[in-house]
């Protein structure tokens, strides 16, 4: 039988000749002999079906010669009919012998009938293919399941024998439990073939395996040419999973489009494993973010065009680990863990991650714990265009420890905080060795209460879009010690509290100056170490006034106070010690105090003082001060001259006097 690729154009050819001869061409050669062939072409046609015979004639010398009107009959009438418009009708399985008769010349072709043709669109009762029936033909998407309530069964199984084929046409697919459950087993044995019912198709033409209210076996099982999308733009997978409990043990997909969908609803058995996608377009995988510790190890993923593992958005509510799938994995979109169990995520040494714009991890409840200081890094960095970062309300068990997170703090469409953001804790959450870079907003951000664990160290925040920090007044003891450097903003952003809390604090040079937008309150012992840079927000001020503040700094490495917009004289208001008498304990030494003065004549300076209790300004620089120096209010007396050389204060580009003192 020639292939009909080569005989139906020339079939057409031939009636449109034979029906056009004008007497001027050459006549046509007689026939010879003839040839059969079969619309569609399949390697084997099954019961009850229905072909299309076609014939061609040929010349002696090889030529093609017109025909006249065949006449067909079949020669083994007990396995397939013709009816006298040249319909086949398959009716028993075997080589059925089909003949034709044209001007005399007669021809016979053998029309292999195999295996059973499944015609309906439910299959409502428990059902076994067996391999005595092979192939199976699936004429169109079958649903299995009760779907029409039609009898009592909980579930309708079908079962498929090891080392069966089932074949399907254009359009055609199973579909488990769309309403009712419904559950495809393949038990242990001999693999089992599902493939498209035409040869080499050129495209994947069936839809593929669908399950939802199932509990499904899927053992030693190849699908080939599947993935056809379904109707109403719904794209395809060779098998999609939603809502369905799937064991995969040795599945493997070949030249498909699109491996498999996982969503939300499924889950994957116990034994699950040697999942292989070969040569197939598309994407490998997508897989809600609950499945990836349990997706099959195991298997291959060659030959493809897509060459990582997608998860989707979604929620876990279970502590996972997340080891690598075999392929590069990529995150589409965001992931919650949240709910009772408190549950943790868990990267290992050398976990890599790739997240598309709108992808991010958020911990409403647990945490998470990545990385290992004696392995490679744990590294999460956008697909090019940003992503969210992680978010993390209670942050006390979670630990980032040799651990990059780059390009991410928000992308376009989806406007992000920083890269991480993290609440209280009872210990905090402890960074090592950690690396946040090209943020798009900040680097971290604390929200209230959070606080990093006091083993933290070596963390490097660099090219944020603004901020490396975002920290509230009481926190900033625990930062730990690293690089924040090379910022959109140089500064540590002081958020959302005025105060520094009850407690007794040191603030430490971080290498970027501390930034106070609302201004700082001091109501306990503030001592601020060589070093440290206070800038301040535009018309606030610094104020002490139960307090201690004490910012005792070096000649070399002074403490400097000043404003967010460096060089303004009286751009700020100053520092404010004291509505009585300063703190017993304040003292500034070494301490430069730069484009102060905002406020109303008389009353504005540089230094304001309640009360001077002596001793408080030493070896220190007042500069660009847009009106006094120093200001002591409420009729109070000097107890020392500040301006004195002896203190070894220095007064620089001072707009009023040195020294204020309004009346009382």
């Known amino acids: 039988m020639r292939a009909l690729k080569a005989l139906l154009p020339t079939v057409a050819a031939a009636l ?4 056009c001869d004008t007497g001027t061409q050459p006549q046509p050669q007689r026939i010879d002999h003839l040839e059969i062939a079969f619309a569609p072409i399949r390697s084997s046609y099954p019961v009850p079906d229905t072909v299309r015979p076609l014939v061609r004639g040929f010349s002696k010398e090889g030529t093609w010669a017109p025909i006249g009107t065949p006449t067909w009959r079949s020669l083994s009438p007990t396995l397939a009919s013709i009816d ?20 005399g010349v007669t021809a016979q072709a053998q029309l292999p009938i195999r295996g059973i043709l499944h015609q309906g669109y439910v299959l409502d009762h428990n059902e076994t293919w067996l391999v005595a029936d092979t192939p199976h033909v699936v004429e169109r998407a079958l649903g299995v399941g009760d779907i029409f309530g039609a009898n009592s069964l909980d579930t309708v199984v079908l079962r498929i024998e090891p080392g069966a084929t089932v074949r399907f046409r254009p359009g055609a697919g199973l579909s488990f439990g769309d309403i009712e459950p419904g559950a495809l087993v393949i038990p242990p044995g001999d693999s089992v073939l599902m493939e498209d019912d035409q040869p080499s198709p050129a495209s994947p033409s069936w839809l593929g395996l669908k399950f939802h209210r199932s509990r499904s076996q899927l053992r030693h099982l190849t699908l080939r040419h599947c993935g056809q999308d379904y109707p ?3 794209p395809g997978a060779c098998i999609i999973a939603d809502g369905a409990d799937l064991l995969i043990d040795g599945v493997t997909i070949d030249h498909g489009r699109n491996g498999l969908i996982l969503g939300f609803g499924a889950s994957l058995a116990p034994g699950t494993r040697d999942l292989s996608v070969v040569h197939t377009t598309g994407y490998v995988a997508t897989i809600a973010p609950h499945l990836v510790a349990a997706f099959p190890r195991g298997g291959a993923f060659t030959g493809n065009d897509g060459t990582e593992i997608l998860i989707t958005n979604g929620r876990v509510l279970d502590s996972v680990t997340w080891t690598p799938l075999g392929l590069p994995l990529r995150l589409t979109g965001g992931v919650s ?4 169990g408190n549950p943790v995520l868990t990267l290992p040494a050398g976990f890599h991650l790739r997240v598309d714009p709108g992808g991010g991890f958020s911990f409403a409840a647990g945490g998470l714990v990545a990385g290992d200081l004696a392995g490679a890094p744990v590294v999460l960095e956008s697909t090019g265009e940003g992503w969210l970062g992680l978010a993390i309300t209670h942050a006390g068990g979670s630990a980032l420890r040799n651990v990059v997170l780059q390009d991410c703090g928000g992308s376009q469409g989806y406007p992000g905080s920083a890269c991480l953001t993290f609440g209280g804790g009872d210990s905090g959450l402890l960074v090592q060795d950690v690396a946040i870079r090209g943020s798009r907003s900040a680097g971290v951000t604390m929200t209230l209460g959070g606080t990093f664990n006091p083993a933290s160290r070596n963390l490097t925040i660099t090219q944020s879009a603004t901020y490396p920090l ?4 009481r926190d900033i003891p625990s930062i730990p010690d690293g690089d924040y450097r090379f910022n959109g903003i140089d500064a540590i952003d002081v958020i959302g509290d005025y105060g520094i809390g009850h407690d007794s604090v040191a603030w430490r040079d971080l290498g970027v100056p501390y930034r106070f937008r609302s201004g700082l309150g001091v ?16 018309g606030m001020r610094v104020t002490a ?15 400097v106070f000043r404003s967010v917009t460096p060089g303004v004289p009286g751009s700020w208001m100053g520092i404010e010690l004291g509505a009585g008498l300063p703190g017993p304990g304040t003292r500034l030494e070494h301490v430069v105090i730069a484009d102060a003065g905002a406020g109303s004549p008389g009353y504005a300076g540089a ?9 408080v300004l030493h070896n220190s620089t007042i500069v660009r001060s847009s009106s006094c120096g120093i200001v002591l209010f409420n009729g109070h007396a000097w107890t020392d001259d500040y301006t004195d050389p002896t203190f070894g204060n220095t007064f620089v580009d001072i707009a009023g006097p040195l020294r204020c003192q309004p009346p009382a």
């Open 16 to 19: 449109v000749l034979g029906s």
């Open 84 to 103: 006298s418009g040249g319909l086949i009708h398959t009716l028993g399985k075997g080589d059925a012998t089909i003949a034709v008769e044209v001007d």
């Open 232 to 234: 109403f733009d719904n």
């Open 337 to 340: 863990f949240e709910g009772p």
């Open 470 to 473: 975002g920290v509230y007044a």
């Open 523 to 538: 109501d306990s012992t503030l001592v601020l170490e060589p070093g440290v840079t206070i800038e301040v927000g535009v």
């Open 545 to 559: 006034g139960f307090g201690n503040l004490v910012a005792v700094g070096t000649a070399s490495d002074p403490i």
């Open 607 to 615: 230094l304001r003082l309640g009360a001077d209790p002596g001793g």
